[in-house]
């Protein structure tokens, strides 16, 4: 392979790890090592190290090591699919906890998204705490206007999915948009997600459309910044944008 000497090193530890030579959460050999073995000096082996710290594949811990960095979940910003499904298919321990569920006013921010409906109508507002592995990570509130809202009103949104509980009432979701944002979390999310309100979070705000174009849900999450992260993988034809959480 040519390039670099510390880059073609980064490779084959690379190519090691995902072959799961070095499976998650174990040492890598330490610099020295790794310069004997590979015939170079210690600062090449420590270029090639920060390479793959760079690429999210190791994590270095003071006064212990270098360790493979352990599975990180991702949420897909390319599918239809919810936070709670991709996680779960990971591997990870997903738990739902309904913070609020009422029929209401849509606040000013949602109206806007939503565009022309009936103003005089209540939406459901769903406001939910998502556990990661047992960790407050994602704090979500769903709006949804009727008569879809009447309809999944007394569905138990812990065990069952918003997304299933509308395509079982008849909404047919077509399509979706997505913004993220940087901010910090502030006071009103801070008990929610055990988070100081200084936190840095990323905030998604989604537009859920059906097949014919109308807007069938709108959501705001909020998600603790120590815990997610964005991730993309390019290729010649296409991106996929995942979130994931960073090494820890």
Do not use: C, N
């Not at 499976?23 to 390479?51: I, K």
């Amino acid at each position: 392979m040519a390039g670099p000497r510390y880059r073609v090193i980064a490779a084959d530890l690379a190519e090691r790890i995902r072959a799961g030579e070095y499976p998650p959460g174990t040492a890598l050999p330490a610099q020295r090592e790794l310069s004997a073995r590979y015939d170079v000096a210690l600062a090449t082996a420590r270029q090639a190290l920060q390479a793959l710290v760079d690429d999210g594949l190791i994590v270095v811990e003071a006064g212990r090591g270098t360790f493979v960095a352990p599975a990180r979940p991702a949420y897909r910003l390319d599918t239809l699919r919810s936070f709670v499904d991709d996680l779960r298919d990971q591997g990870h321990q997903v738990t739902t906890e309904v913070v609020s569920s009422s029929l209401r006013a849509m606040p000013a921010w949602v109206g806007q998204l939503w565009g022309e409906r009936d103003g005089t109508a209540k939406a459901l507002r769903l406001e939910r705490l998502r556990l990661l592995d047992g960790m407050p990570a994602i704090h979500q509130v769903s709006w949804v206007d009727q008569p879809y809202a009447q309809l999944v009103r007394g569905v138990d949104f812990t065990a069952t999915a918003l997304y299933a509980a509308l395509a079982d009432a008849g909404m047919d979701i077509a399509s979706a948009s997505e913004r993220i944002a940087a901010a910090t979390l502030g006071e009103a999310g801070a008990a929610l997600l055990h988070q100081s309100a200084d936190s840095p979070v990323l905030v998604s705000d989604r537009v859920t459309r059906t097949r014919d174009g109308a807007v069938g849900v709108v959501d705001r999450a909020v998600l603790a910044g120590g815990l997610m992260q964005v991730r993309a993988e390019r290729t010649v034809h296409q991106v996929s944008v995942q979130w994931g959480a960073p090494p820890r």
